[in-house]
């Protein structure tokens, strides 16, 4: 009864929180879960940065000698469970505890990255191997735990501020991406150079280390008081006994959690799913940034001193930069001038410029190539390996890194404030997994296209067009291949934006009317305004 009346007691105080007061405080969280995600981020992306040198150093034999598919099957591991990671937090009913239990699961695999690194010396270790592996396990399980509610856990503190929150909760989202691309940055730039110039050690305590950081600042939001209340652990616990004891309260319990799996699933989340599978190709695509364009950059002319992985980092420059100049200057002046989209089609916008950035990664490819079977190639001291470096200017790779920089702000920060806004009640976290989903799909793809298009090029010219060596390969096959797949996917996500109707559940959403993608016009006068502004056609409502 005593935790009843303090229940009842600190609901009445937030009651009585004045507007400037509540507004502080939602402030408040949203930078903890800002800078929570920034360092988590660091750690996720210092690892992936290294993945590629440090499988295929001395330490590892060669059986992982294959970086994109080691690179490939964690991302798709780690975001294939983040579906798991919302659905869980929806069930339980307390996300606040599952972001933090998942940090610490995340934190016990960068300790095994730790321990493995300190064991690499020069020749084929099975612990360093085995260590490694058990810890990408677990950075994984981490990051599904994590990903998919620390964003919906601080979307969810602007619950009640009425008509301005469906504003606050685009700037928020925007900027919450922002910080995963400053992290992004961070880590994929910083964390390889303390490698390189210090030790493979020094970088991988730098992860374990950012990791504790994005905990702890998570947790002062609630030592502060800043967040809105969650069920507690001993309402939880209640819950949980008193459905053992009482066999009815069992039975809706089960009813309850297994919704998410019944034939009573709301037909908004089958329309939301269908939707979302229609960007596992763009996910494929934007796993190129991290993967086959960085082994792109490696074999192009960089300066001298520099890292393939400082290029990679354009697109998340790119990023920042976007962010705040449509935050703070091209929303604003589209709203003035009635100029307004839904968010599908700023997202379908986001897939047509995708589809230009692997088109223009495919024409490098080929001229890079040429360049080094014509004999126009040098030896470049790449980590601890040695490659045919084309005669070619690494600057050639902007325009497809700057193109998926722009394709990320419009298809993926947009994308997490549609998840949100149009999740039906109670499937908020299952809908956000359910977007990162795809993501993990999209890696799962490039690895089974890999294959697919080796044995066609294995049943034609019976070499492989994707080995491990560029060179000897037709990449830009590949390049093509996740292009035209795109397109095709493109027609049928058109076909499904056309048909949406929004959400009319709530003043954080949008109002319920077809979409304006009836016709193919508003993409052509969405793509010439990012031409002509230099920013994204999405303003404050439909």
């Not at 930069?321 to 989209?341: A, G, S």
Request: hydrophobic share 45%; net charge neutral.
């Amino acid at each position: 009864m005593k935790s009843e009346s303090e229940d009842v007691a600190r609901e009445e105080e937030d009651h009585v929180v004045s507007p400037s007061d509540r507004n502080s405080r939602v402030m408040m969280s949203s930078l903890l879960v800002w800078l929570s995600e920034l360092c988590e981020r660091v750690t996720y992306y210092g690892i992936v940065a290294n993945m590629a040198d440090y499988v295929t150093s001395p330490c590892f034999p060669e059986r992982y000698h294959l970086p994109w598919v080691v690179t490939w099957v964690f991302t798709g591991c780690a975001y294939t469970l983040t579906f798991f990671g919302g659905w869980l937090a929806d069930t339980v009913g307390n996300r606040f505890w599952t972001i933090l239990v998942s940090m610490w699961i995340y934190l016990v695999g960068t300790a095994l990255l730790v321990a493995s690194s300190s064991l690499c010396g020069s020749h084929p270790d099975g612990r360093v191997s085995g260590l490694y592996f058990a810890g990408l396990t677990l950075v994984a399980i981490g990051t599904g735990g994590s990903k998919s509610n620390l964003g919906l856990f601080g979307a969810q503190q602007y619950k009640g501020l009425g008509e301005d929150a469906k504003v606050q909760l685009q700037h928020f989202f925007h900027w919450y991406y922002w910080c995963i691309n400053l992290g992004a940055t961070i880590g994929v730039v910083g964390v390889p150079t303390l490698q390189k110039h210090v030790s493979v050690l020094s970088g991988y305590v730098v992860t374990c280390v950012c990791v504790v950081l994005s905990a702890l600042v998570f947790v002062l939001g609630r030592i502060g008081s800043f967040y809105s209340q969650e069920n507690s652990t001993h309402e939880i616990r209640s819950r949980i006994v008193a459905g053992l004891l009482d066999p009815s309260r069992k039975t809706r319990r089960r009813e309850l959690q297994g919704r998410l799996w019944s034939s009573t699933i709301p037909k908004e989340v089958w329309k939301l799913m269908q939707i979302f599978a229609t960007l596992i190709p763009y996910y494929a695509i934007y796993s190129q940034t991290r993967t086959t364009y960085l082994f792109q950059s490696e074999r192009l002319r960089m300066p001298a001193g520099s890292e393939a992985t400082y290029f990679s980092a354009i697109n998340s420059l790119t990023i920042l930069l976007m962010i705040p100049l449509m935050v703070r200057f091209v929303y604003p002046r589209l709203t003035n001038k009635e100029v307004q989209f839904t968010p599908l089609t700023v997202m379908g916008v986001g897939i047509l410029l995708s589809t230009l950035s692997v088109l223009s990664a495919e024409v490098v490819e080929v001229g890079r190539r040429q360049l080094v079977h014509s004999g126009h190639f040098f030896q470049q001291a790449v980590g601890n390996r040695t490659l045919r470096a084309a005669d070619l200017s690494v600057a050639v790779q902007i325009p497809q890194l700057v193109l998926s920089g722009i394709s990320d702000v419009l298809t993926l920060a947009v994308g997490y404030y549609f998840a949100y806004t149009e999740a039906p009640p109670g499937y908020e976290g299952t809908i956000m997994g359910a977007f990162l989903l795809m993501w993990g799909l999209g890696s799962g793809l490039n690895v089974l296209l890999t294959e697919i298009v080796n044995a066609i090029c294995y049943s034609v010219s019976g070499a492989a067009c994707f080995p491990l060596e560029l060179n000897d390969g037709h990449v830009e096959y590949f390049f093509l291949t996740l292009a035209v797949l795109l397109m095709a996917t493109f027609g049928v996500f058109w076909y499904l934006e056309r048909h949406y109707v929004y959400s009319p559940s709530s003043s954080t959403k949008y109002h319920a009317q077809p979409s304006t993608l009836s016709r193919v016009m508003p993409y052509t006068r969405a793509l010439l305004t990012v031409s002509n502004q230099g920013a994204f056609p999405w303003s404050n409502g439909q």
